[in-house]
């Protein structure tokens, strides 16, 4: 693909100083962002992002990064995960990322270790203290992720006025995310003085991604209000997420416990979690999506989605 006006537009110091066309990150999606959507990405002039999510491990990532060739990429991990997989740290840091972020911890001893290797740092951030011991630690981008992001984080604050806090204090880059679906919300950020967008939810169920085939369908036929933020997959599948970081995910009959009475206290078994989550059977297992998923309305390749984005964003910031 080649340069156009619109991505001159859009670009911002940081997208220039990593060679980005436009300032578009992909966020890292376990499960859901792979090899195959970062390449799609970084062809279509952002950055993408390799994502190990719960389930990561040396070899998921070992076969992520194999797939995406012979593209630059960035990978993110979750910090209980990486203390828990013995190497994968290890191995991130050797495939050579233009970007690794780690977030959900509190330890960013990481930090410094990373940026010795000559990579650059990243880390969500929720709140003013959150970005000021980042920035502590040496951090290189911030990402504030509002609470009507998909997946992981802290249901605090929503994108707009943590943004607005944070850029007050901010002395790096701040990279916006939750809820950016859109050529508007995009725009909107960049207006408010964001480095980049971290889109998860809007390039979820692109056509390059790992999203199985009916946790997509679900994904195309929710609205904006169709989402919850929760801890209960997790309290069920007894996984070491740290309380003040819950879900948000689609509702379904576990989200929604009325629907299902045969639900011992309202909650399915570990086992018949883990075998809903292994059959797609997404009436029971989690789809992680953001408040933005009512704009996904077909299921398209990533480089279509981020050009109408950044088409739309830079006619409205035009205007
Ligand atoms: C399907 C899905 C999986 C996610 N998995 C991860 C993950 O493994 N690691 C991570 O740091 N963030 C993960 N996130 C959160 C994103 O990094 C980001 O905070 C969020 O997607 C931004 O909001 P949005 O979904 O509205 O774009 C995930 C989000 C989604 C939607």
Redesign the pocket.
């Known amino acids: 693909m080649t340069s156009t006006p619109q991505d001159h537009r859009l670009a911002t110091p940081w997208s220039r100083s990593l060679g980005l066309r436009v300032p578009v990150v992909n ?4 499960g ?1 962002a792979g090899g195959r959507l970062a390449a799609a990405v970084d062809a279509a002039g952002g950055l993408g992002m390799i ?3 719960s389930a990561g491990s040396v070899a998921t990532l070992e076969r992520e990064v194999a797939a995406a060739g012979d593209t630059a990429f960035g990978i ?1 991990l ?1 910090d209980w995960v990486r203390e828990h997989e013995t190497g994968l740290l290890a191995t991130a840091i050797a495939a050579g990322p233009r970007l690794l ?1 780690i ?2 911890g509190t330890d960013l001893t990481w930090v410094p270790m990373v940026r010795a290797a000559g990579i650059r740092t990243a880390t ?1 951030v929720y709140d003013v203290p959150g970005a000021h011991r980042a920035q502590d630690a040496g951090i290189d981008v911030l990402v504030v ?1 509002g609470s ?6 802290a249901d605090r604050l929503a994108l707009l006025p943590l943004l607005d806090a944070v850029l007050e204090i901010a002395s790096v880059p701040v990279l916006a ?5 859109s050529g508007r919300s995009l725009a909107a950020v960049l207006a408010a003085g964001a480095a980049g967008a ?5 390039l ?1 169920a692109a056509e390059e991604s790992l999203l199985p085939e009916n946790a997509r369908r679900a994904m195309l036929a929710a609205d904006s209000t169709h989402t919850v933020v929760t801890t209960v997959f997790d309290e069920v599948l007894d996984l070491p997420w740290p309380p003040i970081y819950p879900a948000r995910v689609l509702r379904n009959d576990v989200t929604d416990p009325w629907s299902r009475p045969e639900f011992d206290e309202e909650r399915p078994t570990a086992e018949v979690l883990r075998a809903a989550m292994d059959s797609d059977d997404v009436t029971i297992a989690p789809v ?5 998923v009512g704009l996904i309305r077909h299921v398209e390749p990533a480089a279509t989605i981020i050009e109408r984005m950044c088409a739309d964003a830079a006619e409205l910031l035009g205007r």
């Not at 966020?27 to 376990?30: I, N, R, V």
């Not at 995310?177 to 679906?181: E, F, M, N, P, R």
């Not at 992680?288 to 933005?292: E, F, I, T, Y």
């Open positions: 966020a890292p999606m376990g859901v994502g190990m999510g993110g979750v972020s977030s959900f969500q992720r009507e992001g998909g997946g992981h984080g995310a939750g809820g950016i679906g971290w889109l998860g939810t809007g979820a992680d999506a953001g408040q933005g």
